[in-house]
């Protein structure tokens, strides 16, 4: 079974531009999460899709940042216009259903440096 | 608000010995759960155990065991014979959110963990 899938790995702007994040979650799970991990921190969740809805984006900073997920599978993140502070690794995670008990299957992540 | 902390910031543990990294956390629910994830120089996290507030038994899965003391509202992870592998990043995790409902991780700190051969 192919897990989370992510691109680009790496990824290196000036503030002020503009990027883009995409996520291809385990075939199947219908809920999926992005996350922000600062260096030295814990993920934070931004943003978790039941299908094709969002089910909370209350710590998604909306005046910059955006996420969708069309037809209930692949995922985008976007930042417009990036911060300095944006500086993380974003992590995105899939589960079959809503985690209960059920574990959340992470991807690689993507590494974005602003300068 | 429910939180979760992790009070140590390193680990330094010689191969084959045991190591337990420690996991308070703080919540009002009675129905919660409790995960711990790696994370290697790689960047994924990786599951490794979970422990639901209403298990009777300690969660345990291979050479990881989960010591969780409800009372004391601890969830430590407990690594037998440690392996040069098991250098990494812990992170000790809480599920917030109704049951039945839209939920939602809330992560601690981490520990890094190094294994002195």
């Known amino acids: 079974e192919a897990g989370v899938a992510q691109s680009p790995r790496y990824k290196i702007i000036e503030k002020r531009q503009s990027v883009a994040f995409w996520c291809n979650p385990i075939?199947?799970?219908?809920?999926l999460y992005w996350y922000q991990q600062i260096l030295g921190q814990g993920p934070k969740l931004l943003i978790q899709?039941?299908?094709?809805?969002?089910?909370?984006d209350s710590q998604l900073p909306k005046d910059r940042f955006s996420a969708e997920r069309l037809k209930g599978v692949d995922s985008t993140l976007k930042i417009q216009p990036a911060k300095l502070e944006d500086s993380a690794v974003y992590l995105c995670?899939?589960?079959?259903?809503?985690?209960?008990?059920?574990?959340?299957?992470f991807g690689p992540g993507t590494r974005l440096t602003v300068t | 608000a429910q939180k979760i902390t992790q009070t140590q910031p390193g680990m330094f543990v010689q191969e084959k010995e045991a190591v337990t990294l420690d996991c308070t956390y703080d919540?009002?629910?009675?129905?919660?759960?409790l995960f711990w994830y790696k994370q290697p120089s790689s960047g994924e996290m990786i599951f490794l155990i979970y422990?639901?507030?209403?298990?009777?038994q300690n969660a345990t899965e291979g050479r990881y065991s989960l010591n969780f003391q409800k009372a004391r509202k601890s969830a430590n992870l407990v690594i037998s014979a440690s392996q040069l592998g098991d250098s990494a990043m812990y992170f000790c995790?809480?599920?917030?959110?109704?049951?039945?409902?839209?939920?939602?991780?809330?992560f601690g700190q981490g520990t890094r963990l190094t294994i002195n051969p």
């Open positions: 919540t009002s629910d009675p129905s919660y759960g």
């Open positions: 075939s199947g799970h219908a809920t």
């Open positions: 899709f039941q299908n094709n809805g969002v089910v909370d």
């Open positions: 995670a899939s589960s079959l259903v809503p985690s209960g008990i059920y574990e959340q299957y």
């Open positions: 995790a809480m599920r917030e959110g109704p049951v039945q409902g839209a939920q939602k991780l809330v």
């Open positions: 422990q639901g507030s209403y298990d009777q």
